[in-house]
C-alpha cells in the first residue's frame, strides 16, 4: 500500500528553528509538495519538490532525497502566524496525490 | 478573483436525507477534486473530473455523485447521508497533473450526519 508518515505534532518556541520530516512510500514517484492548513481553512500550497536537493523560499525550505523517500520542511524566524498544519504529499506513478495526515505545529512564545 | 468557491459552509443532516455540495472556480482550471478530510487521517480523494462532461472515482467514492455541470462547476451529492459521512469537504481545482501545477482549495463544506 501506499503511505505517508509525519509526526503527529510538534511544539516549537517563537523565533526559533523547526524541521518537520515526512517519510513515504508510493507506487512512484512525480514530485511532493507541501501545504499549509489554519485551523479550519483550506490548504494553501508552501512548497514544491521533484529533483533531490533543498528549495528555499523565504522562511521557508523544503528538503528532497527520493532514495530515502524522505522529505523535510524548515520553518525559520518562526512567528505566532505560523501556528498551523503542515501536509505532506506525494503524487504517484498514477499522478495522484497521496496525502499524509499532517503535522500540527503549536508555536510558543 | 474569488478562486474556488464552496456552499454550503456548514449543513446537519438526518440519516437518509440527501444533499448536494457546490464547487465553482473561476480561474479557467480543467480540472477538479472533491476531497473529504477526517481527523487524524490524509485528504482522501473522492472523485475528479479532468474536464467538462467528465468524472473519475476516487479512492472513496462509495455513497457519492458528482456531476461536472460546466468547466466552472463540479457538485457533489450525497444520495442518503450516513453518519459516516461526517467530514469537512473540500473542492479544489488545478491546470493539469504535471510538474508544478498545484491545488487551489475552496474553504470547505462542514457536514455533520446525525
Known amino acids: 500500500g501506499q503511505n505517508i508518515d509525519q509526526p503527529t505534532e510538534m511544539t516549537a518556541t517563537e523565533g526559533a528553528i523547526v524541521q518537520i520530516n515526512c517519510t513515504y512510500q508510493?507506487?512512484?514517484?512525480?514530485?511532493l509538495f507541501w501545504y499549509q492548513q489554519h485551523a479550519g481553512e483550506a490548504p494553501t500550497f508552501l512548497s514544491y519538490?521533484?529533483l533531490d536537493g533543498l528549495e528555499e523560499k523565504g522562511r521557508f525550505s523544503s528538503f528532497l532525497s527520493r532514495s530515502k523517500g524522505y522529505s523535510y520542511l524548515l520553518l525559520k524566524e518562526l512567528q505566532m502566524k505560523d501556528s498551523a498544519s503542515y501536509l505532506c504529499a506525494v503524487r504517484d506513478s498514477n499522478y495522484q496525490l497521496i496525502w499524509g495526515a499532517g503535522t500540527k505545529l503549536i508555536i510558543k512564545p | 478573483n474569488a478562486g474556488v468557491t464552496q456552499t454550503p459552509k456548514f449543513r446537519v443532516l438526518k440519516t437518509g436525507q440527501s444533499m448536494t455540495l457546490l464547487c465553482a472556480q473561476d480561474m479557467n482550471h480543467e480540472y477538479m477534486y472533491w476531497y473529504r478530510q477526517d481527523p487524524g487521517m490524509g485528504l482522501r480523494l473522492i472523485h475528479y473530473?479532468?474536464?467538462?462532461?467528465?468524472?473519475a472515482k476516487g479512492e472513496v467514492p462509495n455513497g457519492y455523485n458528482v456531476s461536472r455541470l460546466n468547466k466552472r462547476e463540479f457538485s457533489l451529492r450525497l444520495e442518503s447521508a450516513a453518519p459516516s459521512q461526517t467530514s469537512v469537504y473540500f473542492c479544489?481545482?488545478?491546470?493539469?497533473?504535471?510538474?508544478?501545477?498545484?491545488?487551489?482549495f475552496g474553504a470547505g463544506s462542514r457536514l455533520t450526519v446525525l
Open positions: 508510493t507506487s512512484g514517484f512525480n514530485g
Open positions: 473530473s479532468v474536464g467538462e462532461g467528465t468524472t
Open positions: 479544489a481545482s488545478t491546470t493539469g497533473f504535471s510538474g508544478a501545477n498545484v491545488l487551489t
Open positions: 519538490n521533484v
